[in-house]
């Protein structure tokens, strides 16, 4: 079925340190996973993404990994700075095709705390 | 460049009413989205707007209709709310061209039923 796992749940670090957030997902006909950043009341917004033609994708202290024979994805941010504090989540597209462009199945999100 | 744009911002309603919310989606975007997110957890998918049809839908119940307008904006009708209802209502779009499954959110209507 549709399952994203994704962990932890929080994560707390010192500014500078690198914060990294893993999931899991089930549906091998995926191909596009998005990382979204949620600031408290604010709309999620998509950081970095990553297609399943690439095993790797660099973003400004983000990067993303991708590794399809487990279906497992991870997110690092390098130096981390307190702005960087909010809920993240992971994601896959399932469905896309036909007349679909698919939907986005998230995982639980990770709370990430970055101290100054 | 508006990105995309909901309303109403909030939005308090008893059990048994019904609710329409509206979405507008970034120029240059002809697809909509939309989820539920509840408090503490991920968005979850309702359904997509393509064309003026519903070309995927997730698992909510009929209760839960929409409908896009030849301009690309997007309303979702709750009807017979209940309390379980109450949640963030997002909606996204994607664009009419490239990469068609990016998609990218707006603001959200929070919805209380009491």
């Known amino acids: 079925g549709e399952n994203v796992e994704q962990h932890p749940s929080t994560l707390s670090v010192q500014e500078g340190d690198s914060a990294v957030i893993k999931c899991t997902y089930s549906?091998?006909?995926?191909?596009?996973f998005p990382w979204y950043k949620q600031e408290l009341g604010k709309r999620p917004q998509l950081i970095i993404d990553?297609?399943?033609?690439?095993d790797k994708r660099q973003g400004q202290r983000v990067t993303v990994l991708l590794n399809k024979t487990v279906k497992h994805l991870s997110l690092q941010i390098a130096a981390t700075q307190p702005g960087d504090s909010a809920v993240y989540f992971c994601?896959?597209?399932?469905?896309?095709?036909?007349?679909?462009?698919?939907?986005?199945?998230f995982g639980q999100g990770t709370i990430l705390t970055v101290h100054p | 460049d508006a990105g995309v744009t909901q309303s109403p911002t909030h939005l308090i309603k008893t059990r048994g009413q019904q609710v329409t919310l509206r979405c507008s989606p970034k120029?240059?975007?002809?697809?909509v989205s939309w989820y539920q997110q509840a408090l503490g957890q991920g968005p979850q998918f309702i359904f997509q707007?393509?064309?003026?049809?519903?070309?995927q839908r997730g698992n909510f119940p009929d209760r839960f209709s929409g409908h896009q307008f030849p301009n690309y904006s997007s309303e979702l009708n709750v009807n017979a709310l209940l309390l379980g209802d109450s949640a963030l209502y997002l909606c996204?779009?994607?664009?009419?061209?490239?990469?068609?499954?990016?998609?990218?959110f707006g603001p959200g209507t929070r919805l209380t039923v009491l």
């Open positions: 996204a779009s994607s664009p009419d061209r490239g990469l068609r499954d990016t998609q990218y």
């Open positions: 549906d091998s006909a995926s191909n596009y």
């Open positions: 990553i297609r399943s033609n690439m």
């Open positions: 994601a896959e597209n399932i469905g896309a095709g036909g007349t679909s462009y698919g939907k986005l199945t």
């Open positions: 120029s240059g975007h002809d697809t």
């Open positions: 707007y393509y064309e003026e049809e519903e070309r």
